[in-house]
């Protein structure tokens, strides 16, 4: 079955359907304040998150679909701060990426994974720096 993946930013043709019915689907939001006169202004820099779901679907174009609605249910002005006094929302930017879980959910499954490319040692090496162990106590 043909359907489509994104990948990077890019909308492709693929075969890449999930036998499992699980996928792996991301989403890009800003934090924007309504009344600022910035909101819109590419150059200006916005606290951003990418959020990560995990969705049950029969193919990937339907995976696609429910994490552009996710992200989009997301985007509701509310009044933000601490106390409460300026309104503001998380603008849904647009789904980054949608992979296919190809094995069963459970513990240790593989559900997401980047092709980083050709890379020096030393930077592999710094990517994946040692994670110092817990002291026994």
Same mark, same amino acid.
């Given at each position: 079955? =043909? ?11 693929? @075969? &890449?359907?999930?036998?499992?019915? &699980?996928?792996?689907? @991301? ?7 309504? *009344?600022?006169?910035? %909101?819109?202004? @590419?150059?200006?820099?916005?606290? =951003? &998150?990418?959020? =990560? ?6 193919? +990937? ?13 997301? *985007? ?13 929302? &998380?603008?849904?930017?647009?789904? =980054? ?9 459970? *513990?240790?499954?593989? +559900? ?11 930077? %592999? ?13």
């Amino acid at each position: 079955m =043909t359907g489509k993946m994104l990948r990077g930013g890019h909308l492709a043709e693929t @075969s &890449w359907e999930s036998a499992e019915g &699980w996928y792996v689907g @991301s989403y890009v939001q800003r934090f924007a304040v309504l *009344d600022d006169p910035r %909101i819109e202004d @590419s150059e200006a820099r916005f606290p =951003t &998150w990418e959020n =990560t779901v995990l969705i049950r679907a029969g193919s +990937i174009a339907e995976a696609f679909a429910k994490v552009e609605r996710i992200g989009r249910e997301a *985007d509701t002005p509310y009044l933000a701060g601490d106390p409460p006094g300026v309104m503001a929302r &998380w603008v849904f930017e647009g789904v =980054t990426e949608v992979l296919p879980v190809y094995e069963p959910l459970e *513990d240790g499954a593989e +559900i997401m994974w980047a092709d980083l490319g050709r890379k020096k040692l030393k930077n %592999i090496r710094l990517r994946a720096a040692a994670r110092e162990e817990p002291a026994d106590d």
